[in-house]
């Protein structure tokens, strides 16, 4: 790997929120690590009538807790330049190329650029279009696009805007940030499956029973409720971050650990993934939205800010994928996210079966043995926990559950770069591992299409809103998906 890259960063959306929270914090980390040194400059572009001044000064701000080196700060903002324009306007990009080629000769950095697009994706067709057709894009040097999510509303959208860019940048150009792939936990999966014999030998449909992932958030919508009306959790959660999960825990084993190679896999997975028959879709998913809290201390999300009344848009979504290929034929994966629930928590649950034969005791003390779970929690706590059964201590033979259990110290993650500042460090250095490509967008579309089509064509019946209260683990439907099924989900936080 490079330990120093020349680039010049164009960040369209340089005001906004994201800019200012995650990506000034994480290319500073890059500089003060030296990933970043003299060759390069950023330039940030949003409608706003800033001049290079006021825009340090807000960069600077950005950095409030991420470093009191007052030296390091100014030496790094003094490579940030600032240029009013709207992304619409054609002549915008002609004045943006002229700085851009500028700061290109000043800072030597031979034509590497690092187009960012921190804005609404009804933007990053034109964007993209403007880049080639304005010549922004460089003959020199390497030219990548680093797009944020959401990657199109459905399918079709999705496609269309892939044509869009797809006209200016090839797949090798694009990176599609998915942040869950920047975390450490879900950057562990390959390791715990494919470094370990153990694990690599038990992980099918012989040896799992099922697998779970709850990506549950104590929040609600906060002020993002213009976005989240668009959204909902299907399109905010389970069509990018679940999905790519899914596809982690469940290909096979790549030739080797390279992008294509692995992308190759994770597709695999994703294809093999059932694609439900629109009356097969309340059997499998079931939606929520939040009302208040018992107490009526927290809102319903219809009462908040930037949300219909009597709006559709769910906030809570579980469902039972099942995999159609020999290694996972017969296992469910269940998968949940929502807002409000009880707890902050991110954690897979790979539930072995039980062994064969109980030699410990009669049938009726079969239920001692409980089944083997491997926790692999990724947020707020990084642990990897292995629930086998042991001896209970003491006189006589009964069994128990024993936790073997590996947590992160508070030290070592504050020391692990969050997840932007990886994906950053990845893009410069053309490494796509931990980025999506555009098939598997499309195929993770496939699945959720037929979902929210059957939903929304089902949403007269404004009454079935809101389902479940704030602070509790969604529906009671939720639960019902795994008895139905003899199982149960193993974080259970309302035990
Ligand atoms: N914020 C977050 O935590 C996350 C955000 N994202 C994604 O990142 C992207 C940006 O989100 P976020 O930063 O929150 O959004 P913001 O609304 O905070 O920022 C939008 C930016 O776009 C600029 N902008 C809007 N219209 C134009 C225009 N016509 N021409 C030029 N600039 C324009 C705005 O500046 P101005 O008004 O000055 O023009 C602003 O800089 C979205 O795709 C979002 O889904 C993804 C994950 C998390
Ligand atoms: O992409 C998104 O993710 C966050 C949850 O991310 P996490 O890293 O805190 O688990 C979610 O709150 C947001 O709605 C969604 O857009």
């Known amino acids: 790997m490079e330990t120093q890259q020349k680039a010049l960063f164009i960040i369209f959306g340089g005001t906004g929120d994201l800019a200012k929270r995650k990506l000034y914090p994480s290319l500073f980390k890059l500089f003060e690590k030296g990933f970043l040194n003299e060759n390069f400059a950023v330039i940030g572009t949003a409608r706003r009538p800033w001049t290079d001044d006021f825009y340090r000064n807000v960069v600077t701000e950005s950095l409030v807790g991420v470093s009191g080196d007052k030296t390091k700060i100014a030496d790094f903002a003094s490579h940030f330049y600032y240029q009013s324009h709207d992304v619409t306007d054609v002549a915008h990009y002609i004045t943006l190329k002229k700085l851009a080629d500028d700061l290109d000769a000043k800072y030597q950095i031979e034509g590497n650029r690092m187009f960012y697009l921190a804005m609404s994706p009804q933007f990053f067709g034109t964007i993209a279009t403007h880049l080639g057709s304005q010549n922004l894009v460089t003959k020199n040097g390497f030219n990548r696009l680093i797009i944020e999510k959401p990657f199109g509303r459905d399918f079709e959208s999705a496609k269309k805007l892939n044509d869009e860019i797809a006209n200016t940048f090839d797949e090798s150009q694009i990176f599609r940030i998915d942040h869950y792939l920047g975390k450490e936990m879900i950057q562990n999966i390959p390791a715990i499956r494919f470094g370990n014999i153990i694990t690599q030998t038990l992980w099918n449909n012989k040896y799992i029973d099922n697998i779970q992932l709850t990506l549950s958030e104590s929040l609600g919508v906060e002020e993002r409720g213009g976005y989240y009306e668009t959204s909902g959790a299907m399109r905010d959660m389970f069509q990018n971050h679940i999905m790519q999960v899914v596809s982690l825990l469940t290909m096979d084993m790549p030739k080797e650990f390279v992008a294509s190679e692995i992308r190759k896999e994770k597709l695999k997975a994703l294809e093999a993934i059932r694609i439900l028959k629109p009356e097969e879709v309340d059997a499998n998913f079931i939606r929520g ?207």
Do not use: C
């Open 289 to 495: 939205q939040y009302g208040a809290n018992k107490a009526g201390t927290e809102k319903a999300y219809r009462d908040e800010e930037q949300i219909a009344p009597d709006s559709m848009m769910e906030t809570f979504i579980a469902g039972r994928l099942m995999i159609d290929n020999e290694r996972w034929s017969g296992v469910p994966v269940y998968v949940r996210s929502g807002k409000r629930l009880v707890e902050k928590n991110t954690e897979i649950n790979i539930v072995f079966k039980n062994v064969e034969k109980n030699i410990f005791g009669t049938s009726d003390e079969h239920e001692h043995l409980g089944k083997d779970v491997l926790t692999i929690t990724i947020e707020p706590d990084e642990r990897f926990r292995l629930t086998i059964n042991t001896k209970e201590i003491g006189q006589g033979f009964n069994t128990n559950k024993t936790n073997l259990d590996y947590v992160n110290s508070p030290e070592t993650k504050a020391n692990t770069p969050e997840a932007y500042e990886k994906l950053l460090l990845d893009a410069l250095n053309g490494i796509a591992i931990n980025f999506a490509h555009w098939n598997e967008v499309a195929k993770a579309w496939n699945v959720a299409d037929v979902i929210l089509n059957s939903w929304h064509n089902n949403d007269d019946d404004k009454t079935i809103f809101p389902n479940y209260l704030s602070g509790s683990m969604g529906p009671e439907a939720s639960a019902k998906l795994l008895t139905d099924d003899g199982n149960y989900w193993i974080y259970n936080p309302e035990k």
